[in-house]
């Protein structure tokens, strides 16, 4: 039931349940006010085809995959991001089917090994800072 995970923000304290939830990572991908929206000159985000793909691969086995409204850096739409244990991080300004598609390979990858890979390098140009640093 409980593994001896502290809460990362707030007072240590009892032990925290843990899920039944086999996932190992969760990939959250904004199509909300702006990311996506080609009617407001963004570029397209592939929904479509990362259901798709999740759904025939079962791959939320192994990588959540979320379909979220605004995740709230509108200004670097498009934004997605990547949750593990490790920690959080955040990809914007996404523009192109190639870095959606490499995230898909990362996912099979995960699933493939049983593992987190590393992420694709191809998301390395688009990794942002989504926090403003604390004074
Ligand atoms: S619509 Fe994607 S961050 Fe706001």
Do not use: Y
């Not at 992420?119 to 942002?128: G, I, N």
């Amino acid at each position: 039931m409980a593994n001896g995970c502290q809460p990362a923000i707030g007072r240590p304290g009892p032990p925290l349940p843990v899920t039944k939830r086999t996932a190992i990572a969760q990939v959250a991908c904004c199509v909300g006010c702006c990311c996506g929206r080609t009617d407001r000159g963004f570029p397209p985000v592939p929904v479509d085809r990362l259901k798709a793909v999740w759904k025939e691969e079962k791959l939320n086995r192994t990588v959540q995959l979320t379909i979220s409204g605004c995740l709230g850096p509108c200004d670097m739409a498009n934004v997605i991001l990547v949750m593990t244990a490790a920690g959080t991080e955040w990809f914007g300004n996404i523009d192109d089917e190639a870095t959606f598609a490499a995230v898909i390979a990362w996912a099979r990858a995960c699933q493939a090994a049983k593992a987190l890979v590393p992420l694709p390098s191809a998301l390395d140009t688009f990794r942002f800072q989504r926090f403003a640093e604390v004074a």
